[in-house]
């Protein structure tokens, strides 16, 4: 099977046809690895405007379907059925019982009012009410949602339910059972793999240079995480980026960003393109942003030593082979950026048992499940030889294929 260039869900088919092939798994579990379980499409129509949206449900397997809903211009459906594949895989690599699923509603948040986004979300609440719940399918944020509006999700539901239900969604806010450390925790989660990398490299931490594609809740909670131990080189958000060899103020670059909007003319560093930061000489370079940023077309022209990907599916698989081929190593975003649905675990949780979880004790549930899961991955891909996305996916497609042959399925 080959991928189709720069179509993620082709990308992501590829890389399970890949695995399944390398474990020994039947072209019938492939297949079925392959193909989601249930795909809602819905439309949203909202002052004479029609917005296109879905629901996606890959794998029910080990767990209720678990995975962010996304709001963007150019959400499309096979977008949406990669996310939640990867989220499937995600969930198994870190071992929590969970499966994958994925939301996506094709409009611009930055032209809505408030009052209009609520409504909108509410209205998408409805048109996905039966397909959801805390025992089928919890959806959380992801690229343009936040807490607010899984507050929203949470309260509509609650009204489909007919009592308050928690646990529906993750990542609520705090006062409406949302769990400490949610927001920080897939950049948190990033770092603690990135942390266990370097140890395992024997690399000192503040020698390493980082550059950062993406300042968002994700790429920013990293960077300002990492800045205590690493040097942070560059930053980026949809405008452009900003470049300081001798490293970029976080404080400023943050406070910088609330203000204006825009990362672009903090003092003290140079603005470049999202493209040229992409192919920086630097130590480690974190794509946290959309996917397919990396790609043929500038694979060869990636000076990084490391990346660390934090966005899902921000290589393709052309790239992919160039890296390796360069030297590069890769630490796969199914790894690297799981912290955010493994709090959302302890959340669900909380949800079910009532009992309030403390930052101290996420934190340190975080960090053993994310190092253990790095840990188990390197194990993996230093006994067969394979890169640490190859081995990424035979242990999560191992886990998810025996729940399904345990199961019957």
Request: net charge positive; aromatic share 6%; with cysteine.
């Amino acid at each position: 099977m080959k991928s189709q260039k720069n179509n993620p869900f082709s990308n992501l088919k590829y890389e399970i046809d890949k695995a399944g092939r390398r474990i020994g798994l039947d072209l019938s579990t492939i297949k079925k690895l392959s193909t989601s379980e249930r795909i809602i499409n819905f439309k949203i129509s909202h002052k004479a405007k029609s917005f296109k949206g879905y629901r996606v449900q890959h794998n029910s397997s080990r767990g209720p379907y678990k995975g962010g809903f996304r709001f963007h211009p150019v959400v499309n459906l096979d977008e949406v059925k990669a996310l939640a594949g990867w989220m499937t895989l995600k969930c198994a690599l870190v071992n929590i019982p969970f499966g994958g699923a994925k939301g996506g509603l094709a409009i611009d948040t930055k032209k809505l009012s408030a009052n209009d986004l609520e409504k909108i979300t509410r209205a998408l609440t409805r048109k996905i009410a039966k397909f959801i719940g805390p025992e089928t399918d919890i959806p959380a944020p992801d690229v343009g949602t936040d807490s607010q509006i899984m507050a929203w999700m949470m309260d509509e539901y609650s009204k489909f339910a007919g009592h308050n239900e928690f646990g529906v969604v993750t990542a609520k806010p705090i006062e409406l059972g949302g769990i400490v450390g949610r927001e920080e925790a897939t950049g948190l989660g990033g770092k603690y793999v990135l942390d266990e990398f370097i140890k395992k490299k024997r690399l000192k931490k503040k020698n390493n240079t980082i550059a950062v594609q993406g300042f968002g809740n994700v790429g920013a909670h990293m960077a300002e995480l990492a800045c205590h131990n690493y040097k942070i080189i560059a930053l980026s958000d949809s405008s452009g980026a900003i470049y300081n060899p001798k490293g970029v103020n976080l404080n400023k670059a943050r406070a910088q960003k609330e203000k204006r909007g825009s990362l672009l003319g903090l003092k003290g560093t140079k603005n470049i393109s999202n493209e040229d930061l992409l192919e920086l000489k630097t130590d480690i370079l974190i794509p946290a942003a959309l996917e397919n940023q990396i790609n043929e077309n500038n694979a060869d022209k990636i000076k990084a030593k490391t990346i660390l990907e934090l966005a899902n599916g921000p290589t393709t698989p052309e790239a992919d082979k160039i890296l390796n081929e360069k030297g590069i190593i890769i630490v796969p975003d199914i790894l690297a950026n799981a912290g955010g649905v493994v709090v959302s675990y302890f959340e669900w949780l909380q949800n079910k048992t009532g009992r309030v979880w403390k930052e101290a004790e996420v934190n340190k549930e975080l960090k053993k499940i994310m190092e253990n899961a790095f840990n188990q991955t390197w194990k993996e891909a230093q006994k067969t030889k394979l890169t640490l996305r190859e081995a990424a996916y035979n242990l999560s497609l191992k886990r998810v294929a025996e729940a399904m042959k345990l199961r019957g399925m």
